[in-house]
């Protein structure tokens, strides 16, 4: 395709570089995919983490601050230092994970969503659309306080306020050792997640989900609720009316009964906790990480879109030892495709997405037809017709497949 013949992107995308296989895919799918059919300008940031360690990870703010400028972004998986990465990449010190710095700078709450295939059948079967799930990524457990009780006393919770006489409440007597815990939240930080998942659902036209555990905790998970509840009514109920979708509360056991029956195709607002443990339920249920779509949205409507799995350091190993590996980039090829179609979206540049709905039925169809990489041949339903393929193999599968669409189209 010559360059007049191709399909123009009007505005920037931020363009977020990462680690070992992910990295290397990345490169694949830019060239293979994206390049050939599109006039894109992209904001480019180097979140490789020796770049990362040579900048003071300066590059990872700069980045967060061009996602929030042109409003959408695309991110390769990263490398949260340890001390093992330390050492590997002879680093100054274990920088922070990048989408915490991230998520922190664009005060984002992450949605996660599994690709449907239909040779891949989920684990729950009347589940036949996909189930996002957003997690709160703030405080309770996760920011607490703990302490080992050795033998009986007293406890309570203490708030001094800066000005005015402290509170307190006995928590429980002890008679002998155990243990306690303290945890918070704040309002700021409920609403913005509130806002997240409203914007989430509306540009989805999905319903969203919301569930705590108020009839317990009556002060605590109940201000979430009330949050959720003054937030939809003041600012989302006339939207989600006339798209057709509703907001849903109910108490978290509930939500999980009612969710395994369900068809799919809401979003599950889930406090911190029950986030971390139902996406891993959902994930697994719903087939691979590696059909994981994940998108970090702002509550001023930011989008950063990713992959739901990590670098897939295994197989850079393999990869560096000059093996082709069967690492599968659908994760990685969605995050491309949804920031393209979002990007179309806010640019009011139909042509852009449809582009990126293109790329995404010519994947699936791929899979379907039953060419994929070795991580979805043992999920796929049996067909003689299925063949495990490279990386590499799979991508020019998909770029045969999207040409001969654009040719019908155009
Ligand atoms: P991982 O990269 O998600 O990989 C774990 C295993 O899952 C792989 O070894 C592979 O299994 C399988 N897998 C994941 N993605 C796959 C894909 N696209 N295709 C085929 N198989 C896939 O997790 P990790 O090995 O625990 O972490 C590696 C690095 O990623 C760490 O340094 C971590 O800090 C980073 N990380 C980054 C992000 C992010 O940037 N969002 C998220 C998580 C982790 P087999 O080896 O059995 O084939
Ligand atoms: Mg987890």
Not at 184 to 199: G, Q, R
Not at 368 to 373: D, K, L, Q, S
Request: proline residues 4%; hydrophobic residues 35%.
């Amino acid at each position: 395709m010559t360059q007049k013949n191709k399909i123009k992107v009007n505005s920037p995308i931020a363009e977020l570089d990462g680690d070992e296989m992910t990295r290397i895919l990345w490169n694949m799918i830019k060239e293979h995919l994206l390049f050939p059919f599109l006039d894109i300008e992209l904001d480019y940031y180097d979140l490789h983490v020796k770049h990362r360690d040579d900048t003071d990870d300066q590059v990872t703010i700069d980045a967060a601050k061009a996602v929030k400028r042109h409003g959408v972004g695309v991110k390769c998986a990263t490398i949260t230092p340890n001390a093992a990465r330390v050492k590997e990449y002879d680093l100054k010190k274990e920088w922070k994970s990048p989408n915490g710095t991230i998520r922190g700078l664009l005060d984002g709450t992450v949605f996660r969503a599994p690709i449907l295939v239909k040779n891949i059948t989920p684990g729950v079967r009347g589940w036949t659309r996909p189930i996002t799930i957003g997690r709160h990524a703030y405080g309770d457990v996760y920011k607490n306080a703990e302490i080992q009780v050795d033998g009986p006393g007293t406890t309570e919770i203490v708030f001094t306020p800066e000005s005015g006489k402290p509170v307190r409440k006995v928590v429980h007597d002890f008679t002998g050792p155990g243990v306690l815990q303290g945890i918070h939240n704040t309002d700021a930080s409920i609403l913005s997640f509130a806002k997240a998942c409203f914007t989430f659902g509306l540009d989805q036209k999905q319903d969203v989900w919301f569930s705590t555990k108020d009839t317990i905790s009556k002060t605590y998970d109940t201000r979430f609720k009330e949050i959720f509840e003054e937030e939809y009514a003041a600012n989302w109920a006339e939207k989600f009316d006339a798209e057709g979708i509703n907001f849903f509360y109910t108490l978290i056991d509930d939500a999980v009964a009612r969710i395994m029956k369900s068809q799919g195709g809401m979003l599950w607002a889930c406090k911190n906790y029950d986030g971390d443990v139902m996406s891993d339920m959902l994930a697994s249920a719903f087939g691979s990480l590696a059909l994981m779509s994940s998108v970090l949205v702002s509550p001023k409507g930011c989008f950063m879109y990713e992959a739901a799995h990590g670098t897939v350091q295994r197989h850079y190993y393999q990869y560096q030892a000059g093996k082709k590996t069967s690492t599968n980039p659908m994760a990685l090829i969605f995050a491309w495709s949804s920031a393209l179609k979002k990007r179309g979206q806010m640019d009011d540049t139909p042509d852009v997405t449809r582009f990126g709905e293109a790329l995404e039925a010519a994947s699936m169809e791929t899979i379907e037809a039953g060419t994929m990489t070795g991580d979805l041949v043992a999920l796929a339903a049996p067909n003689e017709n299925n063949q495990r393929v490279d990386s590499e193999e799979f991508l020019s599968a998909i770029r045969s497949r999207l040409k001969s669409t654009s040719k019908q189209t155009g």
